[in-house]
């Protein structure tokens, strides 16, 4: 007679009665992609806490947040950080939730999709233990609400041996290619796994792995440096992990997790901006001098890298007539250009939010050097192969700098330089400072033994009520 | 033995039909028809007659060898022996454990009430009842003993046993209400998940058995205006005011020449003197073994803003019918069938009417010279209202029908069984036509591009774009609820003990769908072609959208109750409730309730003629409320997920609200103690309650740990149980009646309550909860906050008015010096930080909250000869309200009281200067909020009822007379249009956001009877 209060709601699909078909799988997948549409800010704090840019805004309370992080003053109470921690756990969530199913149903694309799905939590728990260290470690299923209080901080090392686990179940299950544009490929999985490796200093398993996607990718360095980023070049042979943005849909400032333009470029674009080529933003993530003196003489990565407004607007036929402002928030007179808010490729509605540009998370080029690095740095080092990828990114046409030829840690400084100059503006240049030690001397104000890790969220320490420890020193 | 005759009447001498009339000490009676009179054969000669009628003092009368007897009996005004409905069962006043209201319908009717909800403000105390809305057809709200939930605050409201919304009152006409009967306190756990917030008995009138049928006719007419006007600048006063506005700020005044004389009164453009008519009849009688109530009634009300654009009209059409099928067994039938229509024009807040009445410029006239409606440009976000009543066409229809088919078998003298299924099923239809119009240029409300009402383009891709038409969208909702219930009653006194109990079993379901469609383009842009199957079939802008939910509750319940003598009683009761509402975990919860009652004046040592009758009453009982929204355990799939592949956007699945199974009911526990008095030889009544409710497990939706992962798109943290609200207070009731000469009766009711309300808990790590906005584009006006009363306003403290420079520089306090001048208000620095921060809360403090400290109602009643005359007052006291229905734009006009603004130093402390400079004045401050108490006078009548000789001859047996009046006088200093309102929401509900004013009617009517 109980049974009479126990009915389920009509027409509605419940977490419950999901996976019935196979495109319950692929929906729940797709799903799982969306949160990886927040990346923008993986961008700005890798490259605001670092020594390439600086905040910028409106004024210095414009998302203080980042201000903050820019300063080295950052605590426990950060929007910017808390924002990442939600959203990077939701998409951990969401993949959880199919591994969860997984048993429900097989069909012939499941592999597939398993294999997505792998890559996706790997990529999120990658965010996560970058940014925070360790963090709860949730595998196979949703978290219920009233077993937070019992999740521990998993220590780093088992976070990142979920996440080879991961990437390597999404390499196994992917091809190289797929029909499909945005979708995750067996070179993005080994490209993040050797990043993975690189990211704890485990060389040997990192050259392995990037020497697979050099030589089995069938990847090859873009034609042209500047214009790689332009949307036109969207899918490139250079491109082997991107996160897919389109301008389609508009977006609004009330829900950032929602939007489906990529709100960095907007965010970079050039304040109150009236002028040929680009379009008004909000300036924020500005490049700093040092960036900007960091490339060699004549490297044209600079210039294709950086905005100097002033010789941008010089170089115009009628300089007069082009009005921009600073913000409050702080000017280098320096735009990051690799990211910046353009006239030809706006999004719908309120464009500031919803640039179609995609956000190149690994290229070819990073693919090399990091290879360059493992094989330097590896116990037995192969400098050769090392220099050889080294001189292949600085050698390519479109860039067309002298080769070099060094060893040892002559060799592994270089590579480091490569690394900055080749992926600035990229959001890598802080975590590259951290891992390889030298935060420290290049970041005003960073502390060692404590800006290597992000605080955890303080909101976030007290709702779980899981006594968890704050990293040291914050 | 020989027959006797007999005529029983009041004491007006108006007959009483249905009163019993008994040869004592034996089964031998009848009762009396629809004249009073009777006749009983074979009587004794040296028999006695009792005579009895519930309400009223029996009498016995002995024969003594009379053929033909008059019986004069008197009201009881003790009514100990008045029947109480408690729940799947009766008992007596006498007997009574609980805390329960009871207002006789023969009391409602006589306040001529649209809506039964409106005749109960002021008759019982611990009721509070405000209007939502003074238009036509509006619901209202009750709220029994506070604010019990931030949520869902409704009583369980029962008519004939078959469950009702709030919303449904609306179907039932006043007049066909025998009793109401309202359980406040724990012992209302006798309907367990559903009582937390009181439950209202409604019972309509059944007819009477062994009664000729009697036709009642009652009707009346009135004339409906506005209760208040707000006191508004005139077009002369308006233009001084505003170009010394704009000269304070540095601008050109805008009026060369401000003599403009009155201008245009907006508010008499818009309030009209609006008709209202109510006509019922109602055919009831019965047979040995039958009776019958059968009626009819039509009701029309037109708005007093827009007249019949914000009418309600109610037909409505009833039979109820007993019959004893066997000896034993008794077959019940209520059917109830309705038919409304309301239109409705734009309410409450920016856009409305009356919001764009009030702050419309008093200089522009309404029409232009081709006799069209005015543009109000100059105001840029009000149009006229006139022209904006015009263009709205809103109407909602409702075809109802409720029933119930009950079933009663008198197993033998002590067990009684029953059962009955009820039915509830309304179709909703509801239809609103968008026309393309033009109120001028830069109006946000303009659905056409331009004053020839050409359609806007908007863009449906990169290389097309199509026009947006009117368009016409259509709503049909069905919204059905049945309920089965069976229960066995048992009924025997051994000696001095008395043993009654129940059991019972009870099944009831919802299921609710709509569907609702919108299509464009509606020939001639016209009202009478606005149905979609005169619209494009194939626009791209037509859509379609549905949604359906059902909800069950399957209960047992048992209950005792003791009595020892007329002593001590005692009464016990649980009841079990499974509900689809609750999460897996928390499917059953049960709901127990303990009372008793010592009568200490049937006590030997209570000697004291003082007094009459004295009990002391105390009850404790545990109750839940079981509205959450369906499905709120759940995980559902309606979270965003989208994704895009080959620069497609791809939607995904992804989970929505994390679920939570163990979700649950909100749960109330109240203990209450009473006292009732009868002093005076029985002529004065006095009831006394205390009451402390606790309602734990409110629902809430706070911030979890991400590390469940609800912050993706789309998705939302769990709804929880947490928090604690308390209400207690003191209700007092007091009756007075009686009889100062012969012929004349007079009766006084009075009663209090008293609500103290204050939040006690919240979800851990929540500090407060914030709620409502002020003013456009302002930050949130009330919180939910531990230690303070809920939706207590939260703004800044004004000190009066700074006067001048000096006084501003040498406070020794900063107050934002770029936004400050003499004549602004003086803030309170609440922190002490010698600084009034504007962007922080740190200087806001409590300025006041919408809860009553008490409500009251003053019932008075006399009867002289065939003079009726009766008034009801009702008051409240202590509750302040948020005036939110100021513009603050250049142009818009402004209330009086701005004439008494400052101008210069010692001009005024109270009202701050008037400038188009930027100013911290409109800021959620004191100034905005106002005392909200106010005592009106609902009803007032005078009544004649004509002499029977009269009447008799048209056949008739009485016929009465009135004139009458509802919401004849207020008195309040509350600046708005009524401060008799609140909003539905708790956390809200003293926000004026432009109310739309109760009327004030002035009505005259007659009672028939046939």
């Given at each position: 007679c109980d049974d009479f209060v126990n009915v389920d709601p009509l027409y509605t699909r419940s977490a419950d009665n999901f996976f019935r078909t196979p495109t319950d799988y692929q929906q729940a997948l797709t799903g799982a992609y969306d949160p990886m549409q927040t990346s923008y800010l993986d961008l700005w704090i890798g490259e605001i806490a670092s020594d390439n840019s600086i905040a910028g805004g409106e004024g210095v309370t414009d998302t203080e947040g980042l201000h903050q992080i820019d300063a080295m003053t950052h605590g426990g109470v950060n929007n910017e950080l808390r924002s990442l921690w939600r959203w990077m756990y939701a998409g951990v969530t969401r993949t959880n939730y199919i591994f969860e199913n997984r048993d429900k149903l097989e069909f012939d694309d499941k592999a597939r999709i398993m294999g997505e799905a792998s890559f996706l939590r790997g990529y999120y728990y990658f965010e996560l233990v970058k940014f925070f260290g360790a963090v709860p470690l949730i595998v196979d299923r949703q978290l219920p609400p009233g077993e937070v209080s019992s999740q521990v901080r998993t220590p780093a090392t088992e976070v990142y041996a979920q996440i080879e686990k991961d990437l390597q179940a999404a390499a196994d299950a992917l091809e190289w290619t797929t029909p499909v544009k945005g979708r995750i490929t067996k070179g993005a999985a080994l490209a993040l796994l050797g990043k993975a490796y690189l990211y704890q200093n485990k060389f040997t398993e990192a050259a392995t792995v990037l020497d697979q996607v050099i030589n089995e990718g069938g990847y090859d360095l873009f034609n042209n440096f500047e214009t790689m980023f332009r949307v036109v070049n969207e899918g490139s042979k250079e491109t082997v992990f991107d996160i897919e943005y389109v301008g389609v849909e508009g977006g609004s400032y009330g829900c950032f997790v929602c939007l489906e333009g990529f709100a960095a470029v907007g965010f970079h674009g050039i304040r109150g901006y009236d002028g040929p080529v680009y379009a008004d933003g909000n300036s924020y993530n500005l490049p700093t001098k040092d960036l900007y003196d960091a490339f060699e003489s004549g490297d044209p990565r600079r210039d294709a890298s950086i905005l100097d407004i002033e010789a941008f607007i010089a170089a115009q036929e009628e300089p007069g007539k082009i009005k921009y402002v600073t913000g409050a928030g702080g000017h280098t007179g320096y735009y990051n250009k690799k990211y910046l808010k353009r006239s030809d490729e706006l999004g719908l509605g309120d464009n500031d939010l919803t640039s179609p540009?995609?956000?190149?998370?690994?290229?070819?080029?990073?693919?090399?050097?990091?290879?360059?690095?493992?094989?330097?740095?590896?116990?037995?080092?192969?400098?050769?192969?090392?220099?050889?990828?080294?001189?292949?990114?600085?050698?390519?046409?479109?860039?067309?700098?002298?080769?070099?030829?060094?060893?040892?840690?002559?060799?592994?400084?270089?590579?480091?330089?490569?690394?900055?100059?080749?992926?600035?503006?990229?959001?890598?240049?802080?975590?590259d400072l951290v891992r390889t030690g030298k935060a420290a001397e290049e970041i005003d104000g960073f502390e060692a033994g404590k800006h290597e890790v992000f605080p955890i969220p303080q909101d976030e320490i007290d709702l779980a009520g899981a006594d968890w420890q704050q990293n040291p020193k914050y | 033995?020989?027959?006797?005759?007999?005529?029983?009447?009041?004491?007006?001498?108006?007959?009483?039909?249905?009163?019993?009339?008994?040869?004592?000490?034996?089964?031998?009676?009848?009762?009396?028809?629809?004249?009073?009179?009777?006749?009983?054969?074979?009587?004794?000669?040296?028999?006695?007659?009792?005579?009895?009628?519930?309400?009223?003092?029996?009498?016995?009368?002995?024969?003594?060898?009379?053929?033909?007897?008059?019986?004069?009996?008197?009201?009881?005004?003790?009514?100990?022996?008045?029947?109480?409905?408690?729940?799947?069962?009766?008992?007596?006043?006498?007997?009574?454990?609980?805390?329960?209201?009871?207002?006789?319908?023969?009391?409602?009717?006589?306040?001529?009430?649209?809506?039964?909800?409106?005749?109960?403000?002021?008759?019982a105390a611990g009721v509070q009842?405000?209007?939502?809305?003074?238009?036509?057809?509006?619901?209202?709200?009750?709220?029994?003993?506070?604010?019990?939930?931030?949520?869902?605050?409704?009583?369980?409201?029962?008519?004939?046993?078959?469950?009702?919304?709030?919303?449904?009152?609306?179907?039932?006409?006043?007049?066909d209400i025998e009793t109401i009967n309202v359980l406040k306190d724990g012992t209302a756990g006798i309907y367990g998940v559903r009582a937390a917030n009181g439950v209202i008995l409604i019972t309509t009138k059944k007819g009477k058995k062994n009664a000729k049928p009697t036709i009642d006719f009652s009707g009346y007419y009135g004339v409906q205006q506005t209760t208040k006007r707000m006191d508004l600048l005139d077009a002369h006063e308006y233009a001084v005011l505003k170009n010394e506005t704009y000269a304070s700020g540095g601008g050109t005044p805008p009026f060369a020449n401000p003599n403009l004389g009155k201008g245009t009164d907006w508010q008499d453009e818009v309030f009209e003197d609006a008709p209202i008519q109510n006509y019922n009849i109602t055919i009831s009688g019965g047979s040995e073994k039958s009776r019958y109530a059968i009626g009819g009634s039509y009701m029309n009300q037109q708005g007093i803003v827009g007249g019949d654009k914000s009418g309600y009209r109610r037909y409505n059409a009833r039979v109820n019918f007993t019959v004893d099928i066997l000896p034993k067994l008794t077959w019940e039938n209520v059917l109830l069938y309705t038919n409304e229509r309301r239109d409705m024009l734009p309410e409450m807040g920016i856009g409305s009417v009356l919001f764009n009445t009030i702050n419309a410029n008093p200089a522009a006239s309404p029409w232009k010279e081709d006799g069209s409606y005015a543009f109000l440009e100059d105001v840029s976000e009000v149009i006229n209202p006139l022209a904006q009543m015009a263009n709205t066409f809103n109407r909602n229809t409702v075809n109802k029908v409720v029933g119930k088919q009950e079933i009663n078998y008198k197993i033998n003298d002590n067990f009684e069984v029953t059962g009955r299924a009820g039915y509830n099923y309304a179709l909703v239809d509801e239809k609103q036509f968008n026309p393309l119009v033009y109120y001028g240029a830069n109006k946000a409300q303009n659905t056409a591009a331009n004053a020839a009402l050409e359609p806007n383009l908007t863009k449906v891709s990169d290389d097309l774009s199509i026009p947006v038409y009117n368009n016409i969208r259509e709503t049909r909702t069905t919204y059905f609820n049945y309920n089965f219930e069976a229960f066995l009653n048992y009924n025997r006194t051994f000696g001095v003990h008395k043993i009654k109990a129940t059991l019972g079993t009870s099944m009831l379901g919802y299921d609710n769908r709509s569907l609702t469609g919108t299509g464009y383009n509606v020939p001639y842009n016209s009202n009478d072609f606005a149905d979609i199957s005169a619209?494009?079939?194939?626009?791209?802008?037509?859509?379609?959208?549905?949604?359906?939910?059902?909800?069950?509750?399957?209960?047992?319940?048992?209950?005792?109750?003791?009595?020892?003598?007329?002593?001590?009683?005692?009464?016990?009761?649980?009841?079990?409730?499974?509900?689809?509402?609750?999460?897996?975990?928390?499917?059953?919860?049960?709901?127990?309730?303990?009372?008793?009652?010592?009568?200490?004046?049937?006590?030997?040592?209570?000697?004291?003629?003082?007094?009459?009758?004295?009990?002391?009453?105390?009850?404790?009982?545990?109750?839940?409320?079981?509205?959450?929204?369906?499905?709120?355990?759940?995980?559902?799939?309606?979270?965003?997920?989208?994704?895009?592949?080959?620069?497609?956007?791809?939607?995904?699945?992804?989970?929505?609200?994390?679920?939570?199974?163990?979700?649950?009911?909100?749960?109330?526990?109240?203990a209450n103690f009473g006292v009732d008095l009868n002093i005076l030889q029985d002529k004065v009544s006095i009831t006394a309650d205390y009451y402390v409710k606790?309602?734990?497990?409110?629902?809430?939706?706070?911030?979890?740990?991400?590390?469940?992962?609800?912050?993706?798109?789309?998705?939302?943290?769990?709804?929880?149980?947490?928090?604690?609200?308390?209400?207690?207070?003191?209700?007092?009731?007091?009756?007075?009646?009686?009889?100062?000469?012969?012929?004349?009766?007079?009766?006084?009711?009075?009663?209090?309550?008293?609500?103290?309300?204050?939040?006690?808990?919240?979800?851990?790590?929540?500090?407060?909860?914030?709620?409502?906005?002020?003013?456009?584009?302002?930050?949130?006006?009330?919180?939910?906050?531990?230690?303070?009363?809920?939706?207590?306003?939260?703004?800044?403290?004004?000190?009066g008015i700074y006067q001048t420079q000096a006084e501003i520089d040498e406070r020794g306090v900063t107050q934002d010096p770029a936004t400050t001048s003499p004549g602004d208000l003086r803030f309170v620095d609440q922190d002490g930080s010698k600084t009034i921060d504007f962007s922080g809360d740190t200087d806001k403090t409590r300025i006041g909250s919408p809860i009553p400290d008490a409500i009251m109602g003053l019932n008075v009643g006399m009867n002289f000869k065939g003079i009726d005359f009766s008034a009801t007052f009702y008051a409240s006291v202590g509750n302040e309200i948020l005036r939110n229905y100021e513009r603050q734009l250049p142009m818009s006009n402004m209330l009086t009281y701005n004439r008494g603004r400052w101008t210069g130093p010692g001009s005024t402390d109270e009202y701050p200067r008037l400038t188009t400079e930027a100013t911290r004045n409109n800021v959620l401050s004191d100034f905005y909020i106002e005392d909200g108490s106010f005592v009106r006078l609902k009803n007032v009548q005078l009544g004649y009822t004509l002499p029977r000789a009269i009447v008799n001859r048209i056949g008739a047996s009485r016929l009465r007379i009135y004139v009458a009046a509802n919401n004849l006088l207020t008195f309040t200093k509350y600046k708005g249009f009524d401060p008799d309102f609140s909003n539905y929401d708790p956390n809200v509900s003293g926000i004026d956001y432009g109310f739309y004013p109760q009327a004030k009617s002035i009505m005259g009517g007659l009672n028939l009877t046939f």
């Open positions: 540009v995609n956000h190149k998370v690994i290229r070819f080029a990073d693919v090399l050097l990091m290879a360059a690095e493992a094989h330097n740095r590896k116990p037995s080092a192969n400098d050769n192969l090392a220099l050889q990828y080294l001189n292949r990114v600085r050698t390519r046409p479109s860039v067309g700098m002298a080769a070099l030829n060094l060893t040892g840690t002559a060799l592994t400084e270089a590579i480091y330089r490569e690394r900055r100059v080749e992926l600035a503006g990229e959001g890598l240049r802080f975590f | 033995q020989s027959p006797v005759r007999g005529r029983v009447t009041d004491e007006n001498d108006q007959p009483l039909p249905g009163v019993n009339v008994l040869i004592k000490g034996t089964t031998l009676g009848t009762v009396t028809d629809a004249s009073g009179e009777f006749r009983i054969d074979n009587v004794p000669a040296d028999a006695t007659l009792q005579i009895s009628f519930i309400g009223y003092t029996s009498q016995e009368l002995a024969v003594n060898g009379q053929s033909n007897v008059a019986v004069k009996l008197l009201p009881d005004v003790t009514s100990l022996d008045e029947v109480v409905v408690i729940g799947y069962g009766t008992t007596t006043v006498k007997e009574l454990t609980g805390s329960v209201a009871v207002v006789n319908g023969n009391d409602l009717t006589a306040l001529n009430p649209v809506r039964v909800e409106q005749a109960l403000q002021g008759q009842i405000s209007a939502a809305s003074g238009s036509p057809g509006a619901g209202l709200n009750i709220r029994i003993r506070g604010f019990t939930t931030n949520g869902d605050n409704t009583p369980l409201i029962l008519v004939d046993d078959v469950p009702y919304d709030e919303d449904g009152l609306a179907a039932l006409n006043p007049s619209t494009e079939s194939n626009n791209y802008l037509n859509n379609t959208s549905s949604w359906q939910d059902r909800t069950r509750l399957l209960s047992q319940f048992v209950r005792a109750e003791y009595g020892y003598g007329s002593k001590y009683m005692l009464s016990a009761s649980v009841r079990r409730d499974g509900s689809t509402a609750f999460g897996a975990n928390n499917r059953f919860g049960y709901f127990p309730a303990v009372s008793g009652a010592w009568v200490l004046s049937e006590e030997s040592f209570f000697q004291t003629s003082a007094i009459q009758f004295m009990k002391l009453r105390a009850s404790y009982g545990v109750s839940g409320n079981d509205k959450i929204r369906p499905n709120g355990f759940l995980s559902l799939l309606d979270g965003e997920g989208v994704y895009p592949f080959d620069n497609i956007l791809a939607n995904g699945v992804a989970i929505g609200r994390i679920g939570n199974p163990d979700l649950k009911w909100e749960t109330t526990r109240q606790t309602t734990k497990d409110l629902l809430f939706q706070p911030d979890i740990s991400a590390i469940v992962g609800a912050y993706g798109a789309g998705s939302s943290t769990p709804i929880i149980n947490g928090g604690t609200v308390r209400n207690r207070g003191l209700e007092l009731r007091i009756d007075y009646h009686t009889q100062l000469a012969e012929n004349l009766r007079v009766n006084i009711g009075y009663n209090i309550t008293t609500i103290h309300n204050e939040v006690i808990a919240l979800p851990p790590g929540v500090d407060f909860f914030e709620f409502g906005s002020f003013s456009v584009g302002g930050g949130t006006a009330t919180r939910m906050q531990v230690g303070h009363p809920m939706g207590y306003f939260l703004g800044y403290e004004t000190d």
